[in-house]
């Protein structure tokens, strides 16, 4: 059985703002939201989601905010790992 | 809020004025923005009004209740993901081959019974079984639907669903090859160029595991890259005299050469060759459909093809068979697929945001494989149809030669010449485009015309290389993975008969379990190869039968879902396509087996052998060949056939169950936590 732990604010009772609103910027507007990058990086996390890759940055975030202490991966490690998750059985693509 | 409404009225009618001038058109040719408006129009109205009801009234879907995402996440297959990604990410799961291949076969009925089906197929059956899936997929934590038919209907379904998949797989993995194998007989500049994919691809497998790890957008660019090289070096080989022979090939080399591709890749690492090629594939289909979008849009080329062709009485040269059924079967992607069920109980369903995400994405997601297919449809109807059918009509019926070709195509009504034809080959770099079946090779011409009037002619063979690596790279990609998903399904069943053979990591069985689904495809796919109809001609409907079979079932699951969420009065919204889904395909799997026509019935066809080899005309070895495979055809369609008819009176015996209180209406969902988000 996976965790039941609601990941999404990593325990603690402070309310977040959904992941689009950091990545996006404006909620409201999806069109205008979907062109402006704060900066590269973001751009390449964009980029790295829509064609499924690994994204090692935003683990390490997730990480680091949600399992601080636990040793970190290295980049081939993490790599290794996803991979293993999303091509470990069932399909992926259809025709 | 006046303003808003006016502008939806204002869409309304236009797109009906564009199917009014796509119907009642006559004569002279018409545009292919009317068709593109007329689609446009009809998605946008769908989507706003349909999906609409269907998310709040139907499904409920609530904004408070946590997604698995947000409750699972684990930073790597549950993602938190914003949801325009996720359209894009999703988009890119289901989109393949199928969209650009049906359409084009499908035109030999003309233009308008295939837009039809694609559109509003797409709006009242297809978008909504991908939505269902993905909506009951996103309340249990992500399952497959072969493990939601199970909990929700019974393990026997379970189990059936799963039978249902791997057979639906092996036909499917067979039909794809063969349309490769037809777009790269005999064409170096091809064959060259998908075969340099192969080392790339493995190139850029070491670079994110071996020298820099991890980075794979790097690899990727490296990748995309080379493979453009390596298209422009095709044309340098094709006109070599001394490199051309080496790459060229007869079919029947092309197709042993998949099948030894399918077993390497599928024993592979992941890592070394699948998904680095998943990797480039996305790119390139996603940058491809792009520019195909603009092109359309550029160009505005005129449809030559005619609304309606005399074909539709059923005596099409490139299928057999009637408007009604098999229009409805020729298309199954981008109208209705089941198995983009499979997709959308799988990755998709573990990084929606918030749940009310799943409208853009499971409707509307498909609602945009609807459009590739729309314009797969229009690259076909924008060649004039004589060049249509010289290349999509089998070589048996077209003759050998330009001349012969000309003659049967004239006695159809269609007019082209030779010189038009040879043209047009040399124009796109090839011997010939004679008996190219299979849709590629047409959608090809048709994208170059697209490609070299937006954006500036004199690169035609380019461009057609261009597509034809496309289409090829993708469905090599589908025939990796899916030897490799065939694999580990059969692995799962095997391990019910004995236990070791269940183990994925123990290599005997992953070999064992490898060689079997290469067999099964592979073993369709020469047979496919050698049959003097051509192949396409018996294995495309039986793709599309059973991948609308497959559809079927997941209908009747998401019928189980909604009827047990206690909003049975709504069940009509996966009813209705199930039941349109049934008739059609019921319909054809009956005709394919058993109509009188030899063109059409396999039963009828394996007699006509019969007599023809008691008469003399047919070697009785070859005829005895095409007899076995006729039979196992008809066999094959009779276990879609019955395996679909358990399924749904297995749930239609749990929704009277339910109906009739007899049987408590639970949903095995997970249970609710509301959202940490805020907003």
């Keep these: 059985m996976r965790g039941r732990g609601n990941d999404g604010t990593c325990g603690t009772t402070e309310r977040r703002a959904r992941p689009e609103s950091r990545l996006l910027g404006l909620r409201t507007s999806p069109w205008a939201g979907c062109l402006t990058f704060p900066t590269f990086g973001t751009f390449l996390t964009f980029i790295r989601q829509i064609a499924g890759m690994p994204d090692y940055p935003a683990h390490l975030e997730h990480l680091r905010r949600c399992h601080p202490g636990q040793p970190v991966p290295t980049q081939r490690e993490f790599y290794d790992d996803f991979t293993r998750a999303r091509y470990g059985d069932g399909p992926t693509r259809c025709c | 809020m006046l303003l808003k409404k006016l502008g939806w009225l204002a869409l309304a009618v236009a797109g009906a004025v564009a199917w009014a001038m796509l119907a009642l058109h006559r004569g002279e040719t018409v545009s292919a923005g009317w068709l593109v408006l007329a689609a446009v129009g009809t998605y946008l109205l769908a989507y706003r009004f349909y999906s609409r009801f269907l998310a709040t009234r139907v499904f409920g879907l609530n904004d408070r209740r946590a997604t698995p995402a947000e409750r699972l996440m684990n930073g790597r297959d549950f993602v938190p993901t914003t949801r325009w990604v996720l359209f894009g990410h999703h988009f890119a799961a289901i989109a393949g081959a199928g969209p650009l291949v049906g359409p084009v076969l499908a035109a030999q009925f003309g233009y308008l019974p295939g837009t039809i089906w694609i559109v509003f197929g797409v709006v009242l059956g297809g978008a909504v079984q991908d939505f269902v899936i993905l909506f009951g997929s996103m309340r249990r934590d992500g399952k497959s639907l072969g493990q939601m038919a199970k909990e929700e209907t019974g393990p026997i379904t379970g189990v059936l669903a799963m039978v249902a998949v791997l057979a639906i797989m092996v036909i499917l993995l067979a039909v794809l090859a063969l349309v490769v194998v037809n777009a790269l007989k005999d064409s170096p500049w091809g064959i060259f160029t998908i075969l340099c994919t192969m080392p790339i691809a493995i190139l850029m497998g070491f670079w994110m595991k071996v020298w820099r790890p991890g980075r794979t957008l790097e690899a990727s660019i490296v990748g995309v890259v080379l493979l453009l090289l390596a298209l422009v070096g095709g044309r340098y080989v094709a006109g070599s005299p001394i490199l051309a022979p080496y790459f060229t090939a007869s079919g029947l080399t092309i197709a042993y050469g998949m099948i030894a591709y399918g077993f390497i890749a599928s024993v592979l690492p992941v890592w070394m060759l699948l998904c680095p090629r998943d990797y480039l594939s996305t790119f390139m289909k996603i940058g491809t459909i792009l520019l195909l979008a603009v092109g359309i849009l550029i160009a505005l080329p005129p449809l030559k093809l005619p609304a309606l062709t005399r074909f539709i009485d059923g005596t099409g ?160 990609t589908t025939v990796d993975t899916g030897t490799r998903v065939g694999r580990f399904m059969l692995q799962e069943l095997a391990g019910h008969v004995w236990r070791p053979l269940g183990r994925t990591s ?61 909003r049975a009065r709504y069940a009509w919204v996966t009813l209705l396509p199930l039941l349109g889904v049934l008739t059609v395909t019921l319909t054809a799997g009956w005709q394919k087996i058993f109509a009188a026509d030899p063109r059409l019935g396999f039963l009828s066809h394996a007699a006509s052998v019969a007599s023809q080899i008691a008469e003399g005309a047919v070697d009785a070895a070859r005829g005895g060949r095409l007899i076995f495979n006729d039979r196992l055809d008809a066999v094959v369609t009779t276990i879609f056939m019955v395996v679909t008819v358990l399924v749904v009176l297995a749930s239609a015996r749990e929704w009277v169950l339910i109906l009739t209180r007899r049987k408590p209406a639970r949903v095995e969902e997970s249970p609710f936590v509301e959202t940490a988000y805020a907003g």
């Design chain 2, 506 to 566: 123990w290599y005997p069985s992953t070999m064992l379990a490898s060689g079997l689904v290469v067999a099964g495809w592979g073993y369709f796919l020469v047979q496919g190869v050698l049959d003097p109809l051509g192949g396409i001609n018996s294995l495309w409907p039986l793709f599309g039968i059973s991948n609308q079979l497959l559809a079927a079932v997941a209908l009747c699951v998401g019928t189980t879902l909604i009827i047990k969420s206690g």
């Design chain 2, 317 to 476: 040269p490139v299928f057999a068979g009637k408007l009604f059924p098999f229009a409805f079967i020729t298309i199954a992607c981008g109208a209705i697929s089941g198995f983009h069920a499979l997709v959308a109980s799988g990755t998709t369903p573990k990084m929606l945001t918030r749940e009310s995400d799943a409208r853009l994405i499971g409707y509307g997601g498909m609602l945009m494989e609807s459009f590739v297919a729309v314009m797969a449809l229009c690259a076909a109807a924008l060649l004039d149809p004589g060049v249509y059918f010289a290349i999509n009509a089998p070589l048996s019926t077209l003759g050998g030669s330009l001349e012969s070709a000309v003659g049967v195509i004239r006695n159809w009504g269609f007019t082209v010449t030779p010189e038009q034809l040879q043209g047009l080959a040399s124009a796109v770099g090839e011997k010939s485009l004679l008996g190219r079946t299979g849709g590629a090779p047409s959608l090809a011409v048709g994208m170059a015309h697209i490609f070299s009037s937006a954006f500036g002619s004199g690169l035609m063979a380019l461009w057609y290389h261009f597509a034809i690596m496309f289409e090829a790279l993708f469905i090599l």
